[in-house]
């Protein structure tokens, strides 16, 4: 399992695994909610600002590498963590 760090300039938006696995948000879920499950990877929003701009480009990709790829073409910096 590899981490990743999602910035847009210094501001941390986005920690993500390329595992399959939940996806959450800023925002808390309903009650009774249950966190959607992704096929490629595991991830947790860090800042609603950025939110739907990545759900529509993960939307967008099918696979993580395509992801990572639309994430640094739209402007962000995506770092591996050690």
């Not at 910035?7 to 939940?22: N, Q």
């Not at 009650?31 to 701009?53: I, W």
């Not at 967008?60 to 050690?82: P, T």
């Given at each position: 399992?590899?981490?990743?760090?999602?910035?847009?300039?210094?501001?941390?938006?986005?920690?993500?695994?390329?595992?399959?696995?939940?996806?959450?948000?800023?925002?808390?879920?309903?009650?009774?909610?249950?966190?959607v499950?992704?096929?490629?990877?595991?991830?947790?929003?860090?800042d609603?600002?950025?939110?739907?701009?990545?759900?529509?480009?993960?939307?967008?990709?099918?696979?993580?590498?395509?992801?990572?790829?639309?994430?640094?073409?739209?402007?962000?910096?995506?770092?591996?963590?050690?």
């Amino acid at each position: 399992m590899t981490r990743y760090a999602v910035y847009a300039a210094d501001d941390l938006v986005l920690t993500m695994r390329d595992e399959p696995g939940p996806i959450t948000s800023t925002a808390p879920p309903p009650p009774g909610g249950t966190p959607v499950l992704h096929p490629f990877l595991s991830a947790a929003a860090r800042d609603a600002t950025y939110e739907d701009q990545l759900a529509d480009l993960l939307a967008d990709s099918s696979d993580f590498g395509e992801f990572v790829e639309r994430l640094r073409e739209a402007g962000f910096i995506v770092e591996r963590e050690r």
